[in-house]
């Protein structure tokens, strides 16, 4: 318990990440500030892979060459951003991070979910990474889940909203791209990576947060969908049906050790 504590208060005082952008995002940006000031949750936005920055910086070092084909600018700074965070935790030596892109909502009492998360996660192997989000509404299922477990292994990455990534896998994804460049969107990128076994990837159960660009709380210039009551009303329903009538089915991307 006292190891788990250390670890907690050390990531709430270094190691926070949010993945921003520099223009469009300043409501996201004071919200964040709010919400992690009332939680003494020390943070960093991570803005230098901004697309006004572009002309700095030779995206080849860390992408594929027709990236920009593949890619809008706006999806492309959000995937370097996350990158520059994996540099951040390997040149501060840090043993975590946490991070968050900017439109992070908690559901429940974030600490303490987070604390059962961080005891069951001193126990894994370096070079992981835990999902703490539900924007896929994948879940294992009824069958996969165990009483006071909370992470389960996953083949999937579900999204890159919220979450943990230790000093290993950090530094393993930066070798990677020494040789292998990434070609993909953050997201669809975290899935080779877990393909390649460049890391392990763990779902959190049940979730801490949901991303606000999702549940319709909030928008993005990323994404096509806007906020709205419509979306939030359908949000509602598709969570209620996936977290009950979906985990009555086994999913296949959890990882089955017996």
């Known amino acids: 318990m006292e190891r788990q504590s250390q670890i907690l208060t050390e990531l709430f005082n270094k190691g926070i990440y949010v993945i921003h952008a520099l223009k469009g995002y300043e409501f996201h940006e004071k919200r964040i500030i709010e919400l992690f000031g009332k939680m003494n949750m020390s943070f960093e936005f991570v803005t230098d892979g901004d697309p006004q920055n572009f002309d700095k910086i030779n995206l080849e070092d860390y992408f594929v060459k027709d990236i920009k084909s593949k890619l809008s600018e706006g999806v492309l700074s959000c995937t370097l951003n996350h990158i520059y965070a994996f540099q951040n935790i390997v040149d501060d030596s ?3 991070g946490l991070i ?23 126990d894994l192997k370096p070079g992981f990474i835990i999902s703490l989000e539900n924007t896929s509404f994948r879940q294992p299922s009824v069958w996969d889940t165990k009483k006071g477990k909370h ?5 999937n ?11 290993a ?48 709380q909030m928008c993005s210039t990323i994404s096509t969908k806007k906020s709205s ?14 977290m009950s009538v ?3 089915f086994p999913n296949k991307y959890i990882v089955r050790t017996s």
């Open 94 to 96: 840090l043993p975590y």
């Open 100 to 122: 968050f892109e900017n439109d992070p909502f908690f559901l429940g009492d974030f600490k303490p979910k987070l604390s059962k998360v961080i005891n069951e996660m001193m």
């Open 151 to 155: 992470l389960y292994q996953a083949t």
């Open 157 to 167: 990455c579900r999204h890159t909203a919220a979450y943990i990534i230790d000093n």
């Open 169 to 216: 896998a950090a530094r393993a994804i930066l070798e990677e791209i020494k040789t292998n460049k990434c070609s993909n969107v953050i997201d669809w990128w975290q899935d080779e990576l877990i393909a390649k076994k460049v890391v392990k990837m763990y779902w959190a159960f049940p979730s801490l947060v949901e991303e606000g660009s999702h549940n319709g």
């Open 229 to 242: 009551l419509f979306r939030r009303i359908s949000w509602f329903l598709q969570k209620q049906m996936k």
């Open 246 to 248: 979906s985990r009555l």
